[in-house]
């Protein structure tokens, strides 16, 4: 078994208190001969984890078939250091190829006691949103401009992994652990990929720095400071026509608004008067001061009260009065109130 240990002054662009305790937190990779841990070998693993401002990098690395045990119980001793495991995929293939591994040999994994953070998961719940044509680890790295040396993929190695054990060649030794060492190095590089995720989640709470409107009334904005810095600038418009632009350390939310009168219909409508020279519904109790020849009863079509003001679209999960133009229109509104907005924002971004 061969291990290496280096350092790197590698700068972290990402907030991982959001996930954990930041020393407490493992990124990992492995390399195997196939998919499955029933039927190929496992050449190699990489982990790095930050720490005094460092990166700190390993990689446990097999030279033969015989080595895998070594590899295995070095690598489990080492997490036992650690209490998240962060990685690209790891739920699908690293975890699960390990664990299978450590079943055939009798061995005790530390996984159940460690949480498991999937970066490749948050990223394909808003693949849309960024516009990427895929979620492999390197189409993230070209959205965000990141460059790296090794041009192979994993599958594209086994054949090299072969030839080393015929051959011991230091030169194909060096290409097997650049992929893992470009793979590793670049998963906290990508990391400000989630700046852009979090802001859907409760991760990154935000700010709304200011709101305003454009001069017809039809279209809301707001300026939020999600504590986040955004490397890339990038726009995305949702089938509602809301649309979420981010942009250095800014995301600016554009709404549909409404500006007029709209209706709020009143549930119980049985309980209601309609007053037709007031085109307005009141409650009982009180229309009973009102002449008998100047009020009917209330039917669901007339129950309402009228408001002129500003509306947003209806965000389900709110517990907001919905206003509508007419009892039976399916778009619905609430009413723009400076209190409601964080809420509200949240709870839009989070359907998002």
């Not at 020849?293 to 500003?310: A, G, L």
């Amino acid at each position: 078994m061969i291990t290496i240990e280096k350092t790197f002054d590698l700068q972290l662009n990402y907030d991982l208190s959001r996930i954990g305790d930041p020393e407490k937190i493992l990124f990992f990779d492995i390399e195997t001969t196939g998919l499955s841990a029933y039927g190929s070998a496992l050449y190699l693993i990489g982990a790095v984890h930050f720490k005094d401002g460092l990166c700190h990098f390993r990689q446990w690395f097999s030279e033969s078939l015989s080595q895998e045990v070594p590899v295995l119980l070095s690598f489990f001793d080492y997490c036992r250091g650690f209490d998240t495991l962060l990685h690209f995929n790891g739920d699908t293939f690293d975890i699960r190829y390990l664990q299978g591994l450590a079943d055939q040999y009798g061995l005790e994994t530390p996984f159940d006691g460690m949480e498991s953070y999937d970066i490749l998961k948050q990223v394909r719940k808003r693949r849309k949103v960024l516009g990427l044509t895929s979620c492999r680890q390197k189409c993230i790295e070209q959205f965000l401009g990141i460059g790296r040396e090794d041009v192979f993929d994993g599958g594209e190695l086994i054949p090299v992994y072969e030839e080393f054990q015929r051959t011991k060649s230091e030169k194909l030794l060096r290409l097997l652990l650049l992929h893992n060492e470009d793979d590793l190095k670049g998963m906290p590089e990508i990391l400000p990929v989630l700046n852009y995720v979090d802001v859907f989640t409760e991760r990154a709470p935000f700010t709304v720095k200011e709101v305003f409107r454009n001069r017809s009334g039809s279209k809301f904005y707001a300026v939020l400071d999600a504590d986040a810095h955004f490397p890339v600038t990038c726009e995305y418009t949702n089938e509602d026509g809301i649309t979420v632009h981010f942009e250095k350390d800014e995301l600016i939310v554009t709404l549909p608004l409404y500006t007029g009168e709209l209706k709020y219909f009143y549930p119980n409508y049985h309980e209601y008067y309609y007053l037709p020279a007031e085109d307005r519904a009141i409650h009982k109790k009180v229309a009973r001061f009102v002449e008998p020849e100047h009020r009917v009863n209330c039917t669901p079509e007339n129950c309402y009260q009228k408001m002129d003001s500003f509306f947003l679209p209806e965000v389900k999960g709110l517990e907001l009065p919905v206003f509508v133009s007419e009892y039976k229109s399916r778009v619905r509104y609430v009413r723009y109130e400076k209190n409601m907005l964080v809420p509200y924002l949240e709870k839009l971004l989070s359907r998002f």
